[in-house]
């Protein structure tokens, strides 16, 4: 069945640091990827999405590139800020709308 | 337009015990899934709703059931509680039951089961 791997957290970094979260999946065909965004008692909002092979989302800095050929959706930001901390999550879906989420990573960002 | 709201946003149940939670969905949402998420794990897909007809399941016991109303505003109805039921369950709402479709969450139930 589809299955999205993270990278393990959590992540500290410092303010104006390069953040990547790595995010693979396993499905057949073409499944629309995406990152959600959970902050503290909140809950989930999304951050960015990609709907086919190549496409890169976008949002509020932050990046990720759609790879067929590594099956990957890694998550970037050049500059993250103490606000960016939270839990990510990678997810994709395929066919019917049900999300296969990753575990999160949880990411802390100190000034 | 109002987003996606659940209530309660806490509660503390009984082991054996049933509990409802309620989800309303953004206006003009069909479409209701939910979602359970234990601590420190990813959400997991419970079950979709779609036009007031289950439209997907996932790997969960027939305890768990829903419904979802003319209004779309759906139910999660768990019986039996187990300990192993503690979790944050997310509702989650779009436009219409297709993939490339943008799911809404609310905010959350945080269910304990003692």
């Known amino acids: 069945g589809n299955s999205v791997t993270q990278m393990e957290g959590p992540v500290t970094l410092s303010e104006e640091a390069f953040l990547t979260i790595n995010c693979t999946y396993t499905?057949?065909?073409?499944?629309?990827l995406f990152w959600y965004v959970q902050y503290p008692g909140e809950g989930l909002q999304l951050l960015l999405k990609?709907?086919?092979?190549?496409d890169k989302g976008s949002n509020k800095g932050f990046e990720a590139t759609y790879r067929k050929e590594t099956t990957s959706f890694h998550l970037e930001k050049g500059s993250v800020q103490v606000s960016d901390s939270a839990v990510y999550f990678c997810?994709?879906?395929?066919?019917?709308?049900?999300?296969?989420f990753g575990q999160g990573t949880r990411l802390t960002i100190n000034p | 337009e109002t987003g996606v709201t659940q209530s309660p946003t806490h509660l503390i149940k009984t082991r054996g015990q049933q509990v409802t939670l309620r989800c309303s969905s953004q206006s003009g949402h069909n479409t209701v899934s939910w979602y359970q998420q234990a601590l420190g794990q990813g959400p997991q897909f419970i079950f979709q709703?779609?036009?007031?007809?289950?439209?997907g399941r996932g790997n969960f016991p027939p305890r768990f059931s829903g419904l979802q109303f003319p209004n779309y505003s759906s139910e999660l109805n768990v019986n039996a509680l187990e300990l192993d039921d503690s979790a944050l369950y997310l509702c989650?709402?779009?436009?219409?039951?297709?993939?490339?479709?943008?799911?809404?969450f609310g905010q959350g139930t945080r269910l304990t089961v003692v």
């Open positions: 997810a994709l879906i395929q066919g019917a709308q049900k999300l296969v």
């Open positions: 989650a709402s779009s436009l219409d039951s297709g993939s490339h479709t943008e799911a809404f």
């Open positions: 990609a709907t086919k092979a190549d």
């Open positions: 709703y779609y036009r007031e007809e289950e439209n």
């Open positions: 499905a057949t065909g073409y499944p629309s």
